[in-house]
Every structure is written in structure tokens, then in C-alpha cells.
């Protein structure tokens, strides 16, 4: 087969080459961002925070000033080689708030973290499906011996964020040569872009950062563990208001050290502040995988970072969606009122050995000085991710979750309500419910650790996870219909992925060190589910010259319409009128465009000749 070629100059080298510099521990950020939400990341390791950590950076709408979250990050401990505790994490701020610094780590066991490769990562890869899907079909064009590249895509170049796109480690300087995921379209092992190979993400917009954390902690003061982090934040675009409002985040964590680690814990840190982050209370839903914020009253008025979301104010939430494997047992395990039977996956599932852990415990602290406030050690990250209080006490249900009660019930879960009714958090000793509203606490800053685990991570071992951070704000009912909101919103995000929305059913069906290859090079497009171009959406006439009728049947009113030209530039975007809209075109240059019309879950694509 003849290959064809774009010119060469267009792209870098696949095997790259690093200067052995000194680098910062991290200096990138960014947003990703949809119609509904726009989201901060930094580069090292934090979702939702300002650049310097001043201030929060998780806006729901866009441009509206409102904000549900200081910063996201993870906390991971493990015990090595002589119970040696080892740990890391980052928590809301700035560079001193995190452990992680850029780049991957050499793969022969010393998770050696190169200060040129350091520099070469500082930074956010940032995707859109849309440019994915349009590469894709020029290089089936370059196949099809009855397609005009010329005519079909004049002038195409690939955007930059593909050819930029972070695949290939250097196998000269000891990394992993398999980065960033992608479809290997050619199959010869290689990314190249000129042969067709594009990113493989999830979701309609993506980005990737990689990190560890084999350099001095000024968070947890702790011992290394020579970890790699692969982080994926992605979203949708989408008329699904539920699905439009999460942000989707995979966790793949790669153990680079030559140690094998034991009760190994890892927890997400969620500092939240809807809104005015001093009328927020807290809560967990167990049987969900999720811990949550919701307003203390009614109202949620400004703050000094913001506007505030008023009357109806929304709840926010993280889901664990995929937690790590389950120790192998040979069994398949049956579903118990117990952790981790009682929320974990795979359980009684007809498969052996695939059970992985849900949300094994939820934690709070204070900025309070003493046993519930901030942890300054690896022991204190330790200690809360395993279920105490920084004085090494358990927590216990009921009150603020301490007691030096010796007879106190031990609690996995904060706040869980009423939502634990077998007792799965309290060792299987169902408990009355337990919430901030029924303890009648005095709304304020909150912040909680949601935790999963423990386990066993050998080295070279991979552990992938998947967590959606939720947002829901129903029109009437107050805070308590904001929670049952997100609820509603955590079944969904489930939902997606259990429903393949995105391609992210396959993420539970893949061996842990294969996760990365979710997107197989058979693959297509990676987005929402694609439909035959004519089952959702047809064009009258096509070509056309001044008026377009688009057919959408069975299609809601509302969904998103959009054309975009043959470099991907969207000139029109709109919500359909019903199952037929019509759009004057009448000042669109002649040429080929893309009509795209995406409702909830499904996307439908076709193409239309401008006369």
C-alpha cells in the first residue's frame, strides 16, 4: 500500500532528546472548559485551582464569576521495604501545596526523574475530538482512491495540538516509550501523525499531564515513592445537562520504584467552596462512591471571590467511578453489606479476580489547630487516609465524626445520612442518620478526602481509576433537592460509562498495565457515540446555495447544531428548532463543511457542499 504523506517538517521527531537542566517543579496551567463549566488545571497535579493557588478556579458557567472548588488533588501512601512509610500528595494552593513535579520517570527501577525531561512535561497537552475525527478522515480520503484530498479538505494541516501531542518517551534516556495514549491508525508501534495516528482520548475535550513525585515533598514532608501519574481530565459536549456538567478525571498511577508497597491508599482532596465557601456543608453517599458540598441554607450570597449562586443554590460532588483492583483471591467474590462488596465493581459478576474497590472512606478536617486539623506529616496524610484523627484515634459516627469515647462506633464514612442503611461504613452495624443538618452544625469552610483502598502495588505495578467531579441545581426545593440533584447526576455519570458513552466502558474490561490502550487502533472516533450519518440528521438540498433545512428526527429540540470548515473552525453554532431548522448560508465561502449535531449521549455527522 502506498503511504501518503503530509511534509515531514510538519512534525517532531518521535524518539525525543532532552538538555540536562535544572527545572521548576511546575509552571503550566490552563483551563478546560465546555458551554456549561470551565475548569483551572496546573501542571503540577492540581484540578480546579487558581495559577498561584489564590484563589479557586472551577467556574459553573463560564464567565459568571460562581465557583464550586478551591482546588483538587491527589494524597497517596504506601508502606515499603521495612514498613518504611511513603507519601505524597497536593492539596489546594499553589507549588508548595504539592508534591508532584513534572514528567515521567526512568522504568529500570531507580524512578530516576530527569531534570530535562522535567522541563520538557512542563506542561498541559490539551485535545479537542473534533480535530481527532478530521485527521482521521483525511487520512481515510489518502486511502480512498475515489476521494480528492484537494478537493475534499483544501489546504488541511493537522491542528498543532496533534502533531504536539506527547505519545513517545525517549527509550535512550530510560522512559517508558508509550506516553500519552493513542490510536496507532498505521499499527507499526510509533506515533506519527503524518501516517494518521491521533491522540486517543475520552470525551469531546481532553487533556493529559504527567507527573511524580521522586523529588523533596513540601506538602507531606514524606519519603518518595517513585510513582508516575498519568492524569486525563475530559468533558462533553453536551445537551445532557447532567452529563455537560461533569468533568471526568482518570487517575493512572504506575509504580516506577523498585519497591513493593502495602496498604497502599489513595485519596482524592476536595477543597470545596460553592460559591461563598463559608455557608458550605458536607455529606457521603456510600452506596454512590460519593462525597459532596451543598449550602448550609437557602441562599447563597457573594463572597470576595465571587457573586454567589442566590436563591436554589446547586450541590457539588466527586464519584468514584473506577476504583483500584480488589487483592486476587481466585474467587469471584460475592456482593456483602461490607466494604468492599458493598460499592465495589466486578463483584458476583460471573468473572474471577476483577473486583475493584469503591469509596472506602470519606474524611474532613478543620484549619483548627489540634487532632481534626491540617496535616503537616506523612504520618498525618497517613493516618487520614486510613480512617484517624492526626492523634492516631479512629474516627466515630456521630457528632463531628471525634470521640474519645473507647466505646464509640469506628466510621469509614463523614455525614453519610441516611444513605448507609445497612451499616456498611460502621462495620456492618446499621446506625441512625448522620449529617451535618442533624447535628445542627454552623455552616462553613469545608474540605473532605474522598478514599480508596488499601491495596497492594508491586513494582512496575499500574493501578487505573476514574473519578467525575458532579454538579446539579434543580429550579425549586432547596439545598436537600440539590443533593438528591446530584445524586441523580452521580447515577448518570455511571451510566455513561457502564453505557460506553466516550468509549469508557472498555476501561473496566482492560488489563491495568494495557489501560492506556482503551482507544484500539480499529477505532474511528473517541467521542460520544457516532451513528450512521444518515439515521439522525439529514441536509435539503445538498449542495445548497442560500437556505439549509436540517432533518433531525427523533431528535429533542435543542440539541446542538454546528458547522465547522475543513480546518475545523466552527462558523456556526446554534440549538435546533425541532426536527427541522433552517440556517440561511448564504455568506458561507464555497467549499466542504462538517454539520455535527450532538443530543445527550450520541453524536450524528454529515457532510455539506456550499455552492
Not at 474511528?524 to 439529514?538: A, F, I, K, S, W
Amino acid at each position: 500500500m502506498i503511504r501518503h504523506m503530509l511534509p515531514l517538517a510538519l512534525f517532531p521527531t518521535c524518539a525525543w532528546t532532552f538538555p540536562f537542566i535544572v527545572s521548576a517543579q511546575g509552571t503550566a496551567v490552563t483551563s478546560i472548559a465546555n458551554d456549561r463549566m470551565e475548569v483551572g488545571l496546573t501542571s503540577w497535579g492540581l484540578i480546579g485551582a487558581g495559577a498561584d493557588g489564590a484563589g479557586p478556579a472551577y467556574e459553573v458557567p463560564p464567565g459568571a464569576g460562581t465557583h464550586v472548588l478551591w482546588g483538587s488533588g491527589l494524597w497517596v501512601t504506601g508502606r515499603g521495604p521495612g514498613d518504611t512509610l511513603h507519601a505524597a500528595g497536593a492539596s489546594y494552593g499553589g507549588l508548595f501545596d504539592s508534591d508532584y513535579w513534572t514528567g515521567p520517570l526512568t522504568t529500570d527501577g531507580s524512578a530516576t526523574a530527569l531534570p530535562g525531561v522535567a522541563q520538557a512535561y512542563d506542561r498541559i497537552w490539551c485535545v479537542e475530538r473534533f480535530d481527532i475525527e478530521q485527521h482521521l478522515n483525511f487520512h481515510d480520503c489518502l486511502d480512498d482512491p475515489d476521494c480528492d484530498e484537494a478537493l475534499e479538505f483544501p489546504g488541511y494541516q493537522p491542528a498543532q495540538a496533534l502533531v504536539d501531542w506527547p505519545a513517545m518517551g525517549d527509550i535512550a534516556l530510560g522512559l517508558d516509550p508509550h506516553q500519552a495514549p493513542f490510536v496507532d491508525r498505521d499499527g507499526d508501534g510509533i506515533y506519527d501523525p503524518a501516517f494518521g495516528d491521533v491522540p486517543c482520548i475520552l470525551g469531546d475535550r481532553a487533556c493529559f499531564m504527567v507527573l511524580n513525585d521522586q523529588r523533596p515533598h513540601s506538602f507531606s514532608q514524606g519519603i518518595p515513592l517513585g510513582i508516575e501519574l498519568r492524569l486525563m481530565p475530559f468533558l462533553f459536549d453536551s445537551t445532557d445537562p447532567e452529563l455537560a456538567h461533569t468533568l471526568f478525571l482518570r487517575v493512572h498511577v504506575i509504580n516506577r520504584s523498585s519497591n513493593p508497597y502495602t496498604d497502599v491508599r489513595i485519596g482524592l482532596h476536595t477543597d470545596f467552596d460553592l460559591g461563598d465557601p463559608d455557608d458550605d456543608m458536607i455529606g457521603t453517599d456510600p452506596s454512590r462512591n460519593l462525597w459532596y458540598a451543598y449550602n448550609g441554607d437557602g441562599f447563597d450570597g457573594p463572597s470576595i471571590w465571587g457573586p454567589g449562586f442566590g436563591g436554589q443554590p446547586p450541590a457539588f460532588g466527586v464519584r468514584l467511578i473506577k476504583g483500584p483492583l480488589v487483592e486476587a483471591d481466585g474467587n469471584d467474590d460475592p456482593v456483602v453489606p461490607l466494604i468492599p462488596g458493598f460499592n465495589g465493581q466486578g463483584f458476583a459478576d460471573q468473572q474471577i479476580d476483577d473486583e475493584r474497590f469503591g469509596l472506602t472512606g470519606s474524611r474532613t478536617y478543620t484549619t483548627a489547630s489540634g487532632a481534626t486539623g491540617i496535616p503537616q506529616t506523612a504520618v498525618d496524610v497517613e493516618r487520614y487516609l486510613a480512617g484517624q484523627w492526626l492523634d492516631g484515634l479512629p474516627q466515630t459516627y456521630g457528632g463531628n465524626g471525634y470521640s474519645l469515647d473507647p466505646n464509640a462506633v469506628s466510621a469509614r464514612f463523614m455525614y453519610p445520612g441516611d444513605s448507609d442503611p445497612l451499616g456498611a461504613g460502621t462495620d456492618g452495624a446499621p446506625q441512625a442518620p448522620w449529617s451535618e443538618v442533624s447535628e445542627g452544625n454552623t455552616p462553613g469552610d469545608r474540605r473532605m478526602l474522598g478514599v480508596t483502598g488499601p491495596f497492594t502495588l508491586e513494582s512496575g505495578e499500574h493501578a487505573d481509576l476514574l473519578f467525575a467531579y458532579l454538579f446539579a441545581q434543580p429550579t425549586s426545593g432547596g439545598p436537600l433537592a440539590s443533593i438528591s440533584a446530584l445524586q441523580t447526576a452521580a447515577d448518570s455519570a455511571l451510566a455513561s460509562v457502564l453505557g460506553d458513552v466516550g468509549g469508557m466502558a472498555g476501561m473496566f474490561g482492560i488489563g491495568e498495565e494495557n489501560a492506556l490502550s482503551v482507544c484500539a487502533p480499529h477505532l474511528v472516533t473517541v467521542g460520544l457515540q457516532d451513528r450512521d450519518r444518515n439515521e439522525g440528521v439529514q441536509l435539503f438540498p445538498n449542495p445548497a446555495k442560500d437556505h439549509l433545512m436540517v432533518w433531525t428526527p427523533g431528535l429533542a429540540t435543542g440539541a446542538m447544531l454546528s458547522l465547522r470548515d475543513a480546518t475545523g473552525r466552527a462558523v456556526l453554532a446554534m440549538r435546533t428548532a425541532g426536527e427541522r431548522t433552517s440556517i440561511d448560508v448564504t455568506d458561507l465561502a464555497k467549499g466542504f463543511y462538517l454539520c455535527e449535531v450532538a443530543d445527550g449521549g450520541v453524536r450524528f455527522t454529515t457532510r455539506l457542499v456550499k455552492e
